[in-house]
């Protein structure tokens, strides 16, 4: 008998081995000339949690290239300072395109005006393969303060408390230009993510809350929050009614956006493949239903305009916040 | 009421019922085995379930939860060996019920009071977690400093084992929750520039090696090579005249089960504890206590189970973990990507009501069960630690890689088994730690919040109205046990029955 209940532990344990094994695969060893990319699995890191947009837009693409390029292309969530430790270790990995990830702009754009010298991530060290999607930011109130403008704030007659999604991020940097620039008395309540800011937001515990389209929509469809701004270059298809900064007057221009990198060094061929493969992702019908439901905007631009527009937008945030002497870390 | 009943409807997926299945046996079956914890068993298996839908994931870790209450009940009465922490003081009168020959008797008033504990809790906990979840919005940065205050408090305060080794425990958990980057400014602390603690130590890492390996090196020790020869079982059903004399002793061991698991480091352990004790001054007939009192079985068996229902109304709610297993739930909650807190009922009603309505079927599945398996989970005491030890080492290890995909964590997890183990080893618990690591950083960024809100003016908190009752609560816990202390050092000294228990404990 007792031998009896040792198998059933060894069975259940054998059980509980496979299961937690399943999550390792074979990874692509790929060739040098990268002719016949990919030559086995792909994994992709993404510096995020699973179930936020930066987790969710990369799982969507990996369907794509694993419908596209017939290999699988699985999702690994190495989250952690801002999207750094997945980046450091996509910089460390063969240039092969069998480890390859979709990063975030704010990781190199933002972030470096918030950390150290020796913590900033620097998009030289990665080669990019092609935009994929924007994601907007926007200002909003509680519906019972009855604001609905950034004039409005101006009159508040009091401090005003905005709530953040986190220290070195867009929404951080969107927040704080706004006020810079419109001159009106605030203060900065960061918190751990969108979920929590939009919480305290809906309980009057902060007055307004810079958010990322897609964590107001919502609250913003049923009438409990009110859209006082959006930070992209002109209106967005999501919330058409909604003024940018800049229409009021308050020139400020921040959003995110996420991009396809490789290590440096990969093969041309290697990046062709895959651009072609996220090309042919973009035009189906299942991914740009994604994209609506989730508010981004495509940004399918060739890799040379990202690390452009990166550039211009890394030099523009630092120039601003010198201007409108902002210390994000604080 | 829609999204209750759809609730039922989630568990009544032929998936959930299974996981709710397993988890209750796996449940009473580490409930039996003395040493392996529901804390640790959640902490062992937690990479394994999350492969699974974190729905039915869930449930199955509840079960485990409530399950073991009912396990633990076994051995206390069988082999004067309490399975579970929260079944210490069945050992008392169960096992003296089964020297008389009354093992039966005694297993089935268990059984029978864990169920109406349970669902009386669970009935409470489908009425009041709305209501609290209403509140919830009214809950900002100062709420939640000042609850986390008192859960540390009480944490280090109220729960079994010394409390001044809890509060040092507690402390060393609150330091640890510093480890790495501020959220406010950014600076690094303690991270020794390394990336992989630039975020701090990960939570459900430091459970698995305090709980899990912890555990397991522990029992590799405690456990060598004991014989048991568990007493004979016949007669489950008690009868009338016992059942009568058990009855109001279930009535009030629900009500101080669920006001007890609600509290920040209360839960199980805690409410056996003071159901029995409340039972034996309340009796008119204390001398029967120790020697086979029905009342003794009947009290605390049924506060543990609607304690460890209870303790999910502040999990599911607001967030915030009541005891050491909530604590390894709320984890297993982060790695299925679903955050515990306030915004949960409305956004996952299929996940907050399909758990809430998984206990009631786990513990009808538990009553049913449980006393035709009690022959069955005793033959499995005889599986020797050196053999479950390995096994279940290296689920773990294989486990916490999985999490993050990262060998550091795996190096973490042991020297936090070490740790654990050499805790437990000098009578220090690992949960009042791990519940402070956790509470640390809620309440260190929520002062600083509050603050930011308030301008810089801290008696914000005290004029808030939430937040000033709670801070006035948490004066009033402060000061009890001095005040206590004052009044029993004048008194004569009486001896103490809280020591007996706790070495009982050990």
């Given at each position: 008998m007792r031998k009896q209940t040792l198998s059933l532990a060894v069975v259940a344990t054998g059980a509980a081995l496979v299961l937690s094994a399943c999550g390792g695969v074979e990874t692509s060893t790929g060739s040098d000339d990268g002719g016949d990319y990919p030559s086995g699995a792909v994994e992709m890191y993404v510096g995020a949690d699973p179930g936020g947009s930066s987790d969710l837009i990369s799982r969507q693409v990996a369907t794509?290239?694993?419908?596209?390029?017939?290999?699988?292309?699985?999702?690994?969530?190495r989250s952690g300072s801002n999207g750094a430790l997945a980046a450091a270790e996509l910089e460390q990995a063969e240039p092969d395109g069998s480890i390859i990830a979709v990063q975030n702009a704010s990781l190199f754009a933002i972030t470096p005006l918030a950390v150290a010298e020796g913590e900033v991530t620097s998009i030289d060290d990665f080669d990019v393969v092609g935009g994929v999607s924007r994601d907007d930011y926007v200002l909003v109130t509680n519906a019972d303060n009855g604001w609905a403008t950034i004039d409005d704030l101006k009159g508040a007659g009091k401090k005003v408390t905005y709530g953040t999604t986190g220290v070195g991020t867009g929404s951080q940097l969107s927040c704080a230009l706004t006020y810079s620039t419109a001159d009106v008395d605030a203060e900065a309540v960061p918190f751990d993510g969108g979920a929590p800011a939009l919480t305290a937001l809906l309980g009057n515990q902060v007055d307004t809350a810079c958010l990322q389209v897609g964590e107001a929509r919502e609250n913003l469809e049923s009438g409990k929050l009110t859209a006082l701004s959006v930070f992209a270059p002109e209106r967005i298809d999501a919330l058409p009614d909604v003024p940018t900064a800049t229409e009021q007057g308050v020139d400020v221009e921040v959003y995110q956006y996420r991009f396809m990198t490789t290590p440096k060094g990969t093969p041309q061929d290697v990046k062709d493949a895959i651009w072609e493969g996220m090309q042919a992702t973009f035009e189906t019908e299942d991914y740009q239903a994604f994209n609506e439901q989730n508010s981004l905007t495509p940004m399918e631009i060739p890799g040379d305009e990202v690390v452009e527009a990166l550039e211009t937008d890394k030099q523009r945030y630092a120039d601003l916040v010198e201007e409108y002497d902002i210390n994000l870390a604080e | 009421m829609d999204a209750f009943l759809d609730g039922f409807a989630v568990v009544s997926q032929p998936e959930n019922l299974l996981y709710c299945l397993i988890g209750?046996?796996?449940?009473?079956?580490?409930?039996v085995l003395p040493g392996l914890g529901p804390a640790a068993t959640m902490a062992i298996l937690l990479p394994v379930v999350v492969t699974v839908d974190p729905v039915a994931a869930v449930i199955m870790l509840a079960g485990i939860y409530y399950g073991a209450q009912y396990g633990g009940t076994i051995t206390s009465v069988l082999?004067?060996?309490?399975?579970?922490?929260?079944?210490?003081v069945t050992v008392f009168d169960g096992y003296a019920l089964a020297k008389q020959g009354k093992a039966g008797t005694a297993l089935g008033v268990a059984a029978i009071g864990s169920f109406v504990g349970a669902t009386f809790s669970i009935i409470l906990l489908s009425l009041s977690a709305p209501l609290v979840a209403g509140w919830a919005l009214d809950f900002g940065p100062a709420e939640y400093a000042a609850l986390a205050l008192l859960g540390v408090l009480l944490i280090a305060t109220i729960g079994s084992g010394h409390p001044v080794k809890a509060l040092i425990a507690a402390s060393i958990g609150l330091l640890l929750?510093?480890?790495?980057?501020?959220?406010?400014?950014?600076?690094?602390?303690?991270?020794?520039?390394?990336?992989q603690l630039a975020d701090g130590l990960d939570f459900v890492v430091v459970a698995m090696g305090l709980f899990g390996v912890g555990e397991i090196l522990y029992n590799l020790e405690?456990?060598?090579?004991?014989?048991?020869?568990?007493?004979?079982?016949?007669?489950?059903?008690?009868?009338r005249k016992e059942l009568r004399t058990a009855a109001p002793a279930i009535g009030r061991g629900s009500v101080i089960g669920f006001f007890l698991g609600v509290l920040p480091g209360g839960g199980a352990v805690m409410s056996s504890l003071a159901a029995y004790a409340t039972e034996k001054r309340i009796s008119k007939t204390p001398e029967r206590f120790g020697r086979g009192a029905i009342e003794g079985v009947a009290a605390p068996e049924t506060a543990n189970n609607a304690a460890a229902t209870s303790s999910f109304i502040p999990l599911l709610t607001l967030g915030i973990p009541a005891n050491a297993s909530m604590a390894m739930l709320f984890a297993a909650l982060l790695v299925?990507?679903?955050?515990?807190?306030?915004?949960?009922?409305?956004?996952?009603?299929?996940?907050f009501w399909g758990v809430v309505n998984s206990m009631y079927i786990g513990n009808?599945?538990?009553?049913i069960l449980s006393l035709p398996l009690v022959r069955i989970f005793v033959r499995i005491l005889r599986v020797r630690p050196a053999i479950l030890a390995p096994i279940t080492a290296l689920i773990t290890i294989l486990g916490v890689y999985t999490i993050n995909n990262s060998t550091f964590d795996i190096f973490v997890m042991i020297a936090f088994g070490i740790l654990g183990y050499l805790m437990k080893k000098v009578g220090f618990e690992p949960g009042p730690m791990v519940l402070a690591f956790v509470l640390g950083a809620l309440l260190e960024n929520n002062v600083r919040r509050a603050l930011l809100i308030f301008d810089g003016d801290p008696t914000g908190f005290l004029t808030r109205p939430i937040s000033g009752t709670i801070l006035a609560l948490f004066l009033v816990a402060a000061l009890f046990p001095i005040v206590q202390a004052v009044r029993h050092r004048r008194r004569a000294p009486v001896p103490d029955e809280t020591t007996q228990r706790e070495d009982v404990l050990r």
């Open positions: 794509g290239l694993s419908d596209e390029l017939g290999e699988t292309f699985s999702v690994i969530n | 209750v046996l796996i449940g009473m079956l580490i409930g082999l004067r060996l309490p399975g579970e922490a929260s079944s210490v929750a510093t480890v790495g980057r501020d959220s406010f400014s950014n600076a690094q602390r303690f991270s020794f520039e390394s990336m405690e456990r060598h090579g004991k014989a048991h020869v568990p007493a004979a079982v016949n007669n489950i059903w008690p009868s299925l990507g679903v955050t515990p807190g306030p915004q949960l009922l409305e956004e996952r009603p299929d996940l009808v599945l538990l009553l």
